[in-house]
């Protein structure tokens, strides 16, 4: 079935380092993948998605590309803040035989210091 | 537009008990989904319904169910609880159901301690 695997974490980084989460997927058919990032205390928001191969999706600096060759969806950010301390997680959704549903990654925390 | 919202936010049982969460989608959203969070099994998709029609499920026991009502509120039940359904409880709306783009508006969630 559908699956997305996550780097493990936690990533703990300086405030302006780069930050690289890697994602990689398992479907069938043309899924839409999705990062979502929640905070402590709260439920999960939508960082950004692409809905086709070779798609970006970027918001509030961070960025992906999806790559169906490798089957990735990395997440990006050139410079890290403290404020996105956070458990990201990767998502796809539809493909064939999945057309409802979200299918996560573990997920990934990141604890910028200052 | 206001976001999910989803009542209690917070609440303990014993086993055994039952449990009724709610949640309100985005004015205007038909797509209901609920998710459980644990810390072991990490997001997992309970169902979604659509125009008050299950459309899919997850691979839950019978003892979760769900409906939902016309006006697209949302509501799931766990029966006889167990120690294991200690989790975070995630609705999520969306505009349009069988789409695979679109972008599913998560709500703040459910905290449940089972005891």
């Known amino acids: 079935g559908n699956s997305v695997t996550q780097m493990e974490g936690p990533v703990t980084l300086s405030e302006e380092a780069f930050l690289t989460i890697n994602c990689t997927y398992t479907?069938?058919?043309?899924?839409?993948l999705f990062w979502y990032v929640q905070y402590p205390g709260e439920g999960l928001q939508l960082l950004l998605k692409a809905t086709k191969a070779d798609d970006k999706g970027s918001n509030k600096g961070f960025e992906a590309t999806y790559r169906k060759e490798t089957t990735s969806f990395h997440l990006e950010k050139g410079s890290v803040q403290v404020s996105d301390s956070a458990v990201y997680f990767c998502?796809?959704?539809?493909?064939?035989?999945?057309?409802?549903?979200?299918?996560f990654g573990q997920g990934t925390t990141l604890q910028v210091k200052p | 537009k206001a976001g999910v919202t989803q009542t209690p936010r917070y609440l303990i049982k014993t086993r055994g008990q039952q449990v009724t969460l709610s949640c309100s989608p985005i004015?205007?959203?038909?797509?209901v989904s609920w998710y459980q969070q644990t810390p072991g099994q990490g997001l997992q998709f309970l169902f979604e319904y659509f125009s008050e029609t299950q459309r899919n499920k997850g691979n839950f026991p019978g003892r979760f169910s769900g409906r939902q009502f016309s006006n697209s509120r949302s509501e799931m039940n766990v029966s006889t609880l167990e120690l294991g359904d200690s989790a975070l409880y995630l609705c999520?709306?969306?505009?349009?159901?069988?789409?695979?783009?679109?972008?599913?508006?998560f709500g703040p969630g459910t905290r449940l301690t089972v005891l």
């Open positions: 999520a709306s969306s505009s349009l159901g069988g789409s695979s783009y679109n972008e599913q508006f």
């Open positions: 004015s205007g959203h038909r797509s």
């Open positions: 479907a069938t058919g043309y899924p839409s």
């Open positions: 998502a796809l959704k539809g493909g064939s035989g999945n057309t409802g549903k979200l299918i």
